[in-house]
């Protein structure tokens, strides 16, 4: 089953700092944010305002979305 995604704004996503990483090979990680969340999925919802192709070979997006608060700096592409 899927962990449910937390509605975050970024300022606080951001200024996470604590992480728990899973020991085992399908062990999820989680950052845990100043006001105590612990998040493995993230609901992202902004403005999207920069996207830009950072491969040099294939394809790897780089996108930030803004919110009231700060930035997200997103990824995409296959890994």
Do not use: C
């Amino acid at each position: 089953m899927r962990e449910p995604a937390w509605r975050v704004f970024a300022g606080e996503y951001n200024d996470s700092t604590h992480v728990i990483k899973g020991e085992g090979e399908k062990t999820p990680s989680y950052v845990v944010t100043p006001l105590g969340a612990k998040i493995n999925r993230l609901f992202v919802v902004g403005v999207l305002t920069d996207v830009e192709n950072v491969s040099h070979e294939g394809e790897m997006w780089r996108a930030h979305v803004s919110d009231p608060t700060g930035i997200y700096t997103v990824y995409a592409g296959q890994y």
